[in-house]
């Protein structure tokens, strides 16, 4: 599984953002320890 979300947020001329993501890892033979491979990356930005 899987997914994210994110979010805008408008400051004066600018506007920031920040997102969230699951990954998990497959291997040939299907999913394998979830504990030890699924990572949450998160990104914050600024645009201008």
């Known amino acids: 599984m899987d997914g994210g979300a994110g979010i805008t947020l408008r400051l004066g001329r600018l506007r ?3 997102e969230g ?3 998990n890892v497959y291997t040939d033979k ?3 320890d979830a ?3 699924t990572s949450i990356p998160v ?3 600024v645009i201008f």
């Open 30 to 32: 299907g999913k394998i």
């Open 43 to 45: 990104t914050f930005g």
């Open 21 to 23: 993501r699951v990954q």
């Open 35 to 37: 504990k030890s491979v």
């Open 16 to 18: 920031a953002f920040a």
